[in-house]
């Protein structure tokens, strides 16, 4: 248990579907990224928020959403996919001014049909 | 863009030290080594980091070359449950940076048998 939360675990949706994911820290964490990990493939850094602001944005298609309401809580808005989008994302979270590591939670597992 | 170099697997026999090598040529003076875990389809998990010293705690070492241009994570005595997907990363960590985020290569998995 890492204090990095990740719902749901499992996802299966239609290409039409919209639906959320959603990721919570109470470590006091400032900073937040959204990972993206696709079978056979490297971990790839979708979104970087720092103090709730979206400091970055890696070429992410736009049918990918975020939102970081506070500091606490980031979600993932995701809306007619493809079914290459299937992945482990991955939410990970750190304290910048104490400068801890990464703390991961344990994803969610997406699948589009 | 990852800036390490890993070999893609290894395997060690249990209760024996696994030696994990990681090539950084490019490092800069600024950035850190890092190294993760990831079990099977669970998030990453922190291991150990350094700059130049050697680093111990009560998971793994971490050896670094003096010119800082390789790495090697060492797990004493390694168990069944240690088999994973390691990751070896470099990254600037200046407090209050914003910067920090890690980019992963593929790692190396780590199998060992009984």
């Known amino acids: 248990e890492t204090g990095v939360t990740q719902t749901p675990r499992h996802l299966v949706m239609g290409m039409t579907n919209k639906k959320s994911l959603k990721c919570e820290q109470h470590?006091?964490?400032?900073?937040m990224y959204w990972y993206k990990q696709s079978a056979k493939k490297p971990l790839e850094l979708m979104f970087v928020y720092n103090f709730k602001e979206q400091t970055e944005n890696n070429s992410v298609p736009s049918r990918f959403s975020p939102e970081c309401p506070n500091s606490s809580h980031l979600f993932l808005h995701l809306h007619t996919l493809q079914p290459e989008d299937s992945a482990l994302y991955l939410c990970?979270?750190?304290?910048?001014?104490?400068?801890?590591?990464?703390?991961f939670g344990q994803g969610t597992r997406l699948t589009v049909v | 863009d990852a800036k390490t170099t890993q070999p893609p697997s290894m395997d060690c026999a249990e209760g024996r030290a696994a030696n994990l090598p990681c090539n950084h040529s490019t490092i800069s003076g600024n950035e850190y080594v890092y190294w993760y875990r990831q079990i099977h389809s669970q998030g990453p998990q922190y291991i150990i980091h350094?700059?130049?010293n050697n680093e111990t705690n009560e998971m793994a070492s971490l050896i670094i070359t003096e010119d800082r241009k390789s790495s090697t994570l060492i797990l004493p005595h390694a168990t069944l449950r240690d088999t994973a997907v390691y990751y070896c990363i470099v990254r600037v960590t200046d407090r209050g940076s914003t910067l920090g985020r890690l980019y992963f290569g593929r790692g190396t998995q780590l199998t060992v048998w009984p």
């Open positions: 990970a979270s750190r304290d910048i001014r104490e400068n801890t590591e990464a703390f």
């Open positions: 350094g700059l130049k």
């Open positions: 470590l006091g964490h400032n900073a």
